[in-house]
């Protein structure tokens, strides 16, 4: 982040280009590892566990009876759109088997494909859900659920890492920088406060469900000033991982940031 967060202190940002960015061959696939619902909804959901670029899905919801029922899917990587969304789909499954309470009997396990699911993501929080059982359709956009407040604070040694892309000046794209160094991320007052080795951001931090975003203004010390996102922002007892965005006057950029905790 050393050069490149310079880069940055000189970037205006806008949300708009979060999604701009197309997924390469190679590429470490977003982690929608979550409980997803719809908050004007409640009482159905949608629980994603994934594993490389593949998604297990367990979709809860109501039957034609008004009956708690159940379905699963193994979601496959499809395709990024022009417009960054990122699109799974797979084959949706009722599944029936022994009453809770009795022995386990592999006999009476029963699967049988009712409909596909497919799942665009417009971000790393939100999606379109689109499925449909024995030939009813259902489509429901959907977020992250948060139901427990968790916190970025730490302290970390790591680095960040970006690229610059559609330049003014086409010989300045796939420009790389990085900044190892350490550096800690804190609450002071309502704000979230990350000081880089080069720079300090102070914030606004939003959870949305396991990860978390932040909208800020960063100061450095070479006397810039301007506005960054990070995005897709998560813990863990070993460290920290997210992503950040903008553009200065002559660049587009992306790059991640990430550190291991240190212990204390």
């Given at each position: 982040?050393k050069?490149?967060?310079?880069?940055?202190?000189?970037?205006?940002?806008?949300?708009a280009t979060l999604?701009i960015?197309?997924?390469?061959?190679?590429?470490?696939?977003v982690?929608?590892?979550?409980?997803?619902?719809?908050?004007d909804?409640?009482?159905?959901?949608?629980n994603?566990?994934?594993?490389?670029d593949?998604?297990?899905?367990?979709l809860?919801?109501?039957?034609?009876?008004?009956?708690?029922v159940?379905?699963?899917?193994?979601?496959?990587?499809?395709?990024?759109g022009?417009?960054g969304?990122?699109?799974?789909?797979g084959?949706?499954?009722e599944?029936s088997?022994?009453?809770?309470g009795?022995?386990f009997?592999?006999a009476l396990l029963?699967?049988?494909a009712?409909?596909?699911a497919?799942l665009?993501?417009g971000?790393?929080?939100?999606a379109?859900?689109r499925y449909?059982v024995?030939?009813?359709?259902?489509t429901?956009?959907?977020?992250r659920q948060?139901?427990?407040?968790?916190?970025l604070?730490?302290?970390?040694i790591?680095?960040t890492?970006?690229?610059t892309?559609?330049?003014k000046n086409p010989s300045?794209?796939g420009l790389?920088t990085?900044?190892?160094?350490?550096?800690?991320?804190?609450n002071?007052g309502?704000?979230?406060?990350l000081r880089?080795?080069?720079?300090?951001?102070?914030?606004?931090?939003?959870?949305?469900?396991q990860?978390?975003l932040i909208?800020?203004?960063?100061?450095?010390?070479?006397?810039a000033?301007?506005?960054?996102?990070?995005?897709g922002?998560?813990?863990?007892?070993g460290?920290i991982?997210?992503?950040?965005v903008?553009r200065d006057?002559?660049?587009?950029?992306?790059g991640?940031?990430g550190?291991?905790?240190?212990l204390?």
């Amino acid at each position: 982040m050393k050069t490149r967060l310079s880069r940055l202190c000189c970037s205006t940002l806008f949300a708009a280009t979060l999604a701009i960015a197309p997924m390469a061959a190679g590429t470490t696939f977003v982690n929608y590892s979550d409980l997803w619902w719809n908050p004007d909804e409640s009482g159905w959901g949608l629980n994603i566990s994934q594993q490389a670029d593949t998604l297990f899905g367990t979709l809860f919801v109501y039957g034609q009876g008004e009956q708690a029922v159940w379905y699963s899917v193994t979601l496959i990587y499809q395709s990024t759109g022009s417009n960054g969304g990122v699109t799974y789909d797979g084959t949706l499954y009722e599944t029936s088997g022994p009453p809770l309470g009795t022995p386990f009997n592999p006999a009476l396990l029963n699967r049988r494909a009712v409909g596909t699911a497919t799942l665009t993501f417009g971000d790393d929080a939100h999606a379109l859900l689109r499925y449909s059982v024995d030939h009813i359709v259902v489509t429901k956009s959907i977020t992250r659920q948060t139901f427990s407040a968790q916190t970025l604070d730490g302290s970390y040694i790591g680095s960040t890492s970006d690229e610059t892309y559609d330049c003014k000046n086409p010989s300045r794209d796939g420009l790389v920088t990085t900044d190892p160094g350490p550096f800690t991320i804190g609450n002071e007052g309502e704000y979230v406060v990350l000081r880089f080795p080069t720079c300090t951001i102070t914030g606004k931090y939003t959870q949305q469900g396991q990860i978390g975003l932040i909208d800020g203004i960063y100061e450095c010390t070479n006397h810039a000033v301007g506005e960054i996102r990070f995005t897709g922002m998560q813990t863990a007892k070993g460290g920290i991982v997210g992503n950040y965005v903008g553009r200065d006057s002559s660049c587009s950029f992306r790059g991640n940031v990430g550190g291991m905790r240190l212990l204390e």
